[in-house]
């Protein structure tokens, strides 16, 4: 509503009416989530104060400390660094036209955090508690400390900026980056705040009619996943279009850059693939096993000359170094599973943390057994061990990466057949009555995003 009234949408327009309504219907904007109310803030439409306080000198806490960048998800790292900067500076965005959207707001409203439905009370309470205490002593905090905060910071994003493919390779930690060097008065030409800046164009598509961003690409998970399909299906040409892509696949393994994963896991080596063209910093689980997979098939299947013994050895041992002491495996990092934080006011999305997955999991331990592990053998059982725990009453399973019971119990079965789970299983028989019971009338399946309320 914002953005197209700044172009100069009329709010009389239908589709002006429309979002209005269903904005006031909700309690209004002062009900936004906490990302949109940062942006409220820079621009001016709500205080400062409406923002969960985040002091930068976080990033300058030991790990021991109980709120530490490093026990966050890689994502919720990438988009809140340069954020400190931003929320430390408290700039003013650019709005030429002086663009205002009052009527936004319910009259007499309070624009601030509430209790989000996955939150425990008592530690809303006690993290509510603490960013009050935290506004008031803003104003206080050490110059000194707080210059080295923002110095910090800065090092963090450019250290992961990760050349045109941007900061973490997602739109919302390359927009805060660009605002945050922005802020800090770097010149459109400088060379780090002009790569940012390259990295959002690179995700613009633009058409005639319509123009949108992409949140982030993943050429590395659809090319595994090609590969399997086309390894599937056969046919003349397969080994010639599997072999083109396995030599594309292979030199984007991250075998050389320590990621934020090396904190939990200092003594693993490097190995693993990520989701996007290009992000060192952050391979991913899920890709790597889909790509050792499709590697492994290649050079049995297709052509002998498709050589990738190196690169599954080194996939293997990346995944294996990541499993969680509970069995099962995250996205990005080993043990993330400090729950406590999704209690912060920040954390109202409740998507702070990476722990491990079902889904990730199924992938990881299909990968395993698809290589010559043994269901005996203590990585591979503690998988299977973890799958049987997390599976749902109902028999489904839980699907973090994709749309969502039905993605998340394909990834569980599929993994624990490969690992030689038996189809009578009790475990492997109630997700396909599961999935039996759920099939649509005109014979096939389907879910929406609802599904995750």
């Known amino acids: 509503y914002f953005a197209l009234k700044m172009i100069g949408d009329s709010p009389d327009a239908p589709h002006m009416r429309e979002a209005r309504a269903a904005i006031l219907a909700r309690g209004g904007a002062q009900k936004a989530n906490v990302f949109t109310r940062f942006l409220l803030a820079l621009y001016g439409e709500i205080s400062w104060d409406a923002v969960p306080a985040i002091p930068v000198e976080l990033i300058l806490l030991p790990r021991w400390f109980p709120v530490h960048l490093t026990k966050m998800s890689y994502w919720a790292r990438t988009v809140l660094v340069p954020l400190l900067v931003l929320q430390a500076l408290k700039p003013r965005a650019c709005n030429r036209r002086g663009i205002r959207i009052g009527e936004l ?72 980056s660009v605002m945050m060097y922005d802020a800090l008065g770097y010149s459109e030409t400088h060379p780090e705040r002009a790569i940012a800046r390259k990295s959002i164009e690179n995700l613009l598509i633009v058409k005639e009619h319509e123009a949108y961003c992409q949140p982030c690409v993943s050429p590395i998970w659809d090319t595994a996943l090609v590969c399997h399909t086309l390894m599937e299906v056969g046919g003349a040409d397969t080994a010639a279009r599997v072999g083109r892509a396995v030599e594309w696949l292979k030199p984007r ?24 063209y290009n992000n060192a910093h952050y391979p991913d689980l899920d890709d790597t096993a889909a790509v050792v997979m499709a590697l492994d098939r290649a050079r049995n299947e297709c052509d002998a000359t498709l050589d990738g013994e190196q690169a599954i050895g080194r996939g293997r041992e990346w995944v294996l170094g990541l499993q969680s002491v509970n069995g099962g495996w995250g996205a990005f990092d080993a043990d993330n599973m400090y729950g406590y934080l999704n209690n912060i006011p920040f954390a109202d999305h409740g998507a702070l943390l990476d722990p491990p997955t079902a889904d990730v999991s199924g992938r990881c331990i299909g990968m395993l057994a698809q290589l010559g592990m043994k269901s005996g053998e203590r990585e591979l059982s503690d998988g299977i061990a973890y799958l049987r725990k997390v599976q749902e009453k109902d028999g489904s399973w839980f699907g973090r990466w994709g749309v969502n019971y039905i993605y998340g119990t394909w990834s569980a079965l599929a993994g624990l057949n490969g690992a030689g789970v038996a189809p009578g299983d009790p475990a492997m028989r109630h997700a396909a009555q599961w999935l039996i019971a759920i099939q649509n009338e005109d014979g096939g399946w389907g879910e929406d995003c609802n599904s995750y309320k």
Do not use: T, Y
């Open 105 to 176: 707001f319910l009259p007499g409203g309070a624009v601030a955090s509430s209790r989000a439905a996955h939150q425990n009370p008592a530690w809303a309470a006690f993290f509510g508690a603490l960013d009050r205490v935290l506004k008031h002593a803003g104003p206080f905090w050490p110059k000194r400390s707080r210059r080295r905060a923002i110095e910090a910071c800065v090092v963090f994003v450019s250290e992961r900026l990760n050349g045109e493919d941007g900061l973490g390779a997602i739109f919302p930690a390359m927009a805060n």
């Open 253 to 276: 393994q991250v075998l050389d850059v320590k990621g934020d994963w090396i904190v939990a896991r200092p003594h693993v080596r490097p190995g693993g693939w990520a989701f996007q």
